[in-house]
């Protein structure tokens, strides 16, 4: 069955230190990832994507994203981290590649930073 | 460039009743996503319209159904509520089949609280 995974649940950490936001999913096929952002009482925003190519990704804010295929996993991470990053992330998959849209969501991570 | 709109914003309904959840998608864009999120099952995809067809669907009952207009504008419609139904209920629109980046913008949401 298709599953994503986002290991930890809440993840506090100090402004300016590093970041790394874990997520797994189940099956090694091909795939399409994405990381999401969730702001308190908005939609989600895209943070960035893994279509094809290089493995690690950059997106905005600062955040990339390294593929790892034999792992399968796509772990976000973040070298210094500001109070502004403080939201829900979300690690989605699309094991579609039709070019429809439907995506499988991770149960998502908090991010608390910590002034 | 108007991002994608929800309405409405907030909503409360009483067990049994039926409910119209309305999405604009933003201007170009012919796909409109729908999802659910609730604190216990996370983000779950419901399903998609492309040109006024259902292109995918996810796993909920038929009480839950959508459509699309010609101008993209799309809606769902939930029957019979249940206290289950109490969610954010999330609308995402892309450009489509034409677009491969796969790059879905997300509305504010609407949520939908169940008496």
């Known amino acids: 069955a298709q599953s994503v995974t986002q290991l930890d649940s809440q993840v506090p950490v100090f402004e300016e230190a590093p970041v790394e936001l874990r997520c797994n999913y189940s099956?090694?096929?091909?795939?399409?990832l994405f990381w999401y952002v969730q702001y308190p009482n908005q939609g989600l925003q895209l943070l960035l994507k893994y279509l094809s190519g290089s493995t690690l990704v950059k997106g905005i804010n600062g955040f990339e994203a390294e593929f790892n295929k034999s792992q399968t996993s796509f772990h976000l991470r973040k070298p210094s981290v500001h109070i502004s990053d403080t939201a829900e992330y979300f690690c989605a998959v699309s094991w579609d590649q039709t070019g429809a849209n439907n995506l499988f969501f991770g149960t998502g991570t908090r991010l608390t930073v910590i002034p | 460039k108007a991002g994608v709109t929800q309405t409405p914003r907030y909503l409360i309904k009483t067990r049994g009743q039926q409910v119209t959840l309305s999405c604009s998608p933003i201007s170009g864009h012919r796909s409109v996503s729908w999802y659910q999120q609730t604190p216990g099952q996370g983000l779950q995809f419901l399903f998609e319209?492309?040109?006024?067809?259902?292109?995918n669907k996810g796993n909920f009952p038929g009480r839950f159904s959508g459509r699309q207009f010609s101008n993209s504008r799309s809606e769902m419609n939930v029957s019979t509520l249940e206290l289950g139904d109490s969610a954010l209920y999330l609308c995402?629109?892309?450009?489509?089949?034409?677009?491969?980046?796969?790059?879905?913008?997300f509305g504010p949401g609407t949520r939908l609280t169940v008496t």
């Open positions: 319209y492309f040109s006024e067809t259902q292109r």
């Open positions: 099956s090694s096929v091909s795939v399409y």
């Open positions: 995402a629109s892309s450009l489509g089949l034409a677009d491969y980046s796969y790059e879905q913008y």
